[in-house]
């Protein structure tokens, strides 16, 4: 996982404002990412914004607004840049060049609240996956950034053959959570027809993540599921069940949260919720239970 709990981590956030999404303007999203980043473990120190309508493909900003980041990090001493959007490796190491520091794009860390949220075995097999599949084509720019930040014995980059062979052990490992995959899935189906078999109705609560579900479910069905005023605090779909007032009995599934700008190799980690909405009686939406 990305280390984001010791105190000295502060976050400087940068992200784009196209100017053809007026849907979800730049402020929104950068505040959404500052709680990502403090559910991480982050101290969010400062942020900036563009307005472009796409990345420039070398440095994210412009190179010349990206040359004023120095300036950004001199004045408030950051020590993590993390990017609104999901950058390509080498995006990310012409900005942790420019700026020697750590640099972090979004879909980084939701996997990362993502890993330390996952209970079950389904939902960490998910985080794993996705960890994979985005770091694959991020092997060159990891072994660089370590012998660069490292630097001695055993921390220099390793040649053509070391790196070829990596990407095949994380494919063959990538196959392999794929298939424990499956069988946790076929063991989730086989679940799911039983509840349908004994006609009990199911009702879903969805939302976007932290506007309240675990805090609804345990007040409907006595629960005591963790909740708290954090991204992501659940993960895993649970399920209680509950007698409704006219004596039917109902399953209420706690479903995980929904987020802009999902990462694509994260879509596979919600899963589980998708084919719970899919499958409900009654589609519950929790805008805010505070």
């Not at 996952?118 to 694959?136: D, F, I, N, S």
């Not at 006595?222 to 005023?229: H, I, K, Q, R, W």
């Not at 879509?267 to 505070?290: N, Q």
């Amino acid at each position: 996982m990305i280390d984001l709990t010791t105190p000295d981590e502060r976050a400087f956030l940068i992200g784009l404002d196209d100017p053809d999404d007026e849907r979800w303007p730049v402020e929104r999203s950068l505040a959404e990412l500052a709680a990502l980043a403090e559910t991480a473990g982050a101290t969010v120190v400062g942020q900036a914004s563009q307005r472009r309508p796409k990345a420039d493909p070398v440095w994210y900003f412009g190179k010349g607004r990206a040359a004023e980041l120095l300036d950004e990090k001199a004045e408030s001493d950051f020590n993590v840049l993390i990017v609104d959007d999901e950058l390509a490796p080498n995006q990310q190491r012409s900005l942790e060049k420019l700026l020697d520091c750590k640099v972090l794009d979004r879909s980084a860390l939701i996997i990362d609240i993502f890993a330390r949220h996952a209970k079950t075995k389904e939902g960490r097999l998910q985080v794993e996956l996705a960890a994979l599949e985005y770091h694959l084509p991020r092997l060159t720019r990891l072994w660089t950034h370590l012998s660069r930040t490292g630097g001695g014995i055993g921390t220099r980059g390793p040649g053509e053959s070391q790196l070829e062979t990596d990407r095949r052990l994380i494919r063959d490992k990538i196959k392999k959570v794929k298939a424990d995959l499956t069988e946790v899935e076929k063991h989730r189906a086989i679940a799911a027809r039983k509840r349908d078999r004994n006609d009990v109705a199911s009702v879903a609560l969805v939302g976007y993540t932290n506007a309240g579900k675990s805090t609804v479910l345990n007040a409907l069905a006595d629960a005591n599921l963790y909740a708290a005023d954090m991204l992501f605090a659940t993960l895993d779909p649970t399920s209680r069940q509950v007698s409704l007032p006219n004596g039917q009995q109902a399953v209420i599934t706690d479903t995980v949260g929904f987020i802009n700008k999902l990462p694509h190799d994260l879509v596979d980690a919600f899963r589980a919720t998708l084919e719970e909405v899919m499958r409900a009686d009654l589609l519950l939406e929790i805008v805010d239970a505070a």
